[in-house]
């Protein structure tokens, strides 16, 4: 199906150069369908963001339909492609796992089966996040507290070097804070600019984090 997709945008893109006028007249209607298929396409193959990112090879239909099936929080649906054959660990073109898009909306009857049916608790996707950073990003405490029951990684770092505990002190939530300290977080990891969860927590002015760090051992 995708690779059909694709074939469409050579296509159009194709039209475009070698008959620029014709394809000028088309009516505005005409122009919008052809610009929604065109940005279905690319959204299917991950073409955007000034470069293109193809599935994996292995990628098909049933995994694509898991991916949309976690994102839009439908556990029947993924139980049924878990069922018939569709991979646990598929990523989409930004190599989001089904375990990150379930854990980005809080879906956590969804992250629970993916775990049990093998999900990769410490997936990454194409920027490095895994399903905590993601959880914890977004303030989901439920979510974090299952991921660290799975075995996740508290200490894993994006290419920028920012990681869970540094989130939890940007949003200020004491709560997800906490369980990544029980988990063993390093309370002095640093990002790639030499920050840590206690300078950003101290700079945020959220005080009940910066006391949690501080208990914790955690130094400026």
Request: proline fraction near 2%.
């Amino acid at each position: 199906m995708w690779r059909l997709l694709i074939l469409i945008v050579l296509v159009v893109v194709g039209l475009l150069f070698l008959f620029p006028e014709e394809v000028g007249q088309l009516t505005e209607t005409a122009k919008e369908e052809v610009e929604d298929v065109v940005d279905a396409a690319k959204e299917k193959v991950g073409i955007g963001g000034g470069e293109v990112k193809i599935l994996p090879a292995d990628t098909t239909d049933q995994d694509l339909r898991l991916l949309a099936a976690a994102e839009a929080g439908q556990l029947s649906g993924v139980k049924a492609l878990l069922e018939s054959g569709a991979k646990v660990n598929a990523r989409g073109s930004d190599g989001s796992s089904a375990l990150v898009l379930a854990a980005a909306g809080d879906h956590t009857d969804i992250l629970r089966h993916l775990l049990q049916a093998g999900a990769q608790v410490d997936a990454r996707a194409s920027n490095g996040r895994t399903a905590l950073l993601t959880a914890t990003g977004k303030g989901y405490l439920k979510t974090v507290e299952i991921l660290l029951g799975a075995g996740a990684d508290p200490d894993i770092q994006t290419k920028s070097g920012n990681f869970a505990l540094m989130e939890a002190a940007q949003i200020g939530h004491p709560g997800i804070a906490q369980a990544l300290l029980n988990a063993g977080a390093n309370v002095q990891l640093k990002t790639m600019n030499g920050w840590t969860a206690l300078a950003m927590a101290e700079d945020r002015g959220h005080s009940e984090i910066t006391r949690l760090l501080r208990e914790a051992g955690a130094t400026p």
